[in-house]
């Protein structure tokens, strides 16, 4: 099924196109004016150096002045295999269309609401034929079954023509268009953007995203910059002060030789000064008690250190290189950004 692009916005036609497998691009007269296009000429020769088909309007109360509008635009330097005419269907629309093709020119009859102006179209030569799903919708018909219609019909009677699902309205649409077996839909950006979004998808991806880096990424490569680090006879004080520039809410303190002696946190704070008052703030840091730091070892994988906040239940675990501290990991920096 080819899919095309409906659309005449620039930026989000340059978007669209980058992603490298659109068939083309479809605009109308609408579109333009709702973007405030004053310039159509224009916009259509930049639109044909950008898409790999380009199908426009042309119009005429006559065959003959459709068949010249078109001969006229080619002029402009379109290239007529890449161009399609957009024709709405009428007695003189379909007339206009077997010129335009007796001419070898590509031509697209839309507008369609019912199976009859279809054939019409199709017995004309037509090389796509375009029912409005959504329009069709809104006035409460049954659109899905005149695209059936319209499919059968081709592949029945053995028509060159392709049957193109318009006035995409819901990612719904596009189902409904596989489902029936058209040979081409044009679809908004807004949609065609969500075409491959879907939770599981995201959670999946995510969880192969984490688990990949957690075999791949070592602690040293993951822990965040921020190290403070007090020596064992700084007072409490200093070490508040540490633990504030750096914004942080541990602090590691070291014996004389630099390696650990612990982790003091600023929950640890909170209750030394609600058990012993003010004074606290005078201590040295290696008056206090300390249970061994839970610490990993920088050239670790990322899942060790998974393994270790597993068990640990701690929020942040000292990192040490040849057994000293060099950083701290946080259980926030095992998430992948």
Not at 134 to 146: C, I, S
Not at 191 to 196: D, E
Not at 214 to 242: E, Q, R, W
Request: overall charge negative; charged content about 25%.
């Amino acid at each position: 099924m080819e899919l095309y692009l409906d659309s005449a916005d620039l930026k989000e036609i340059e978007d669209a196109f980058q992603l490298g497998f659109l068939n083309g691009l479809t605009t109308t007269p609408t579109f333009m004016h709702r973007g405030g296009v004053t310039d159509v000429d224009g916009l259509i020769v930049k639109l044909s150096k950008i898409v790999p088909v380009l199908q426009i309007e042309a119009l005429g109360d006559k065959a003959e002045d459709v068949l010249k509008e078109a001969k006229r635009q080619l002029a402009l330097g379109l290239d007529p295999k890449k161009t399609v005419f957009k024709i709405p269907v009428s007695l003189e629309g379909v007339k206009a269309c077997n010129l335009l093709r007796r001419e070898g020119l590509l031509v697209n009859v839309h507008l369609i609401y019912t199976l009859q102006q279809a054939y019409m179209a199709m017995q004309a030569g037509a090389s796509y034929v375009c029912p409005l799903v959504g329009r069709l919708q809104d006035q409460g018909h049954d659109a899905l079954d005149l695209v059936e219609q319209c499919v059968f019909a081709v592949d029945h009677y053995g028509y060159d023509t392709k049957v193109m699902f318009s006035s995409v309205r819901t990612v719904e649409h596009v189902r409904n268009a596989l489902n029936i077996g058209v040979h081409t839909i044009t679809v908004p950006w807004k949609l065609m953007k969500v075409l491959t979004e879907n939770n599981f998808t995201s959670l999946g991806t995510q969880q192969f995203v984490e688990h990949t880096r957690l075999m791949t990424v070592k602690v040293k490569d993951a822990i965040n910059k921020v190290n403070p680090v007090v020596s064992f006879d700084a007072t409490l004080t200093d070490a508040i002060v540490k633990m504030t520039e750096f914004g942080f809410g541990a602090v590691t303190v070291t014996k004389g030789d630099g390696s650990a002696l612990g982790v003091f946190t600023d929950g640890e704070l909170r209750r030394k000064i609600q058990q012993d008052g003010r004074n606290v703030l005078t201590q040295k840091m290696g008056d206090f008690k300390y249970n061994p730091p839970v610490s990993v070892d920088a050239n670790a994988m990322l899942y060790e250190a998974s393994e270790i906040f597993k068990k640990s239940k701690v929020d942040t675990i000292l990192v040490t290189e040849n057994g000293k501290p060099s950083g701290m990991l946080d259980i926030q920096d095992m998430e992948v950004d």
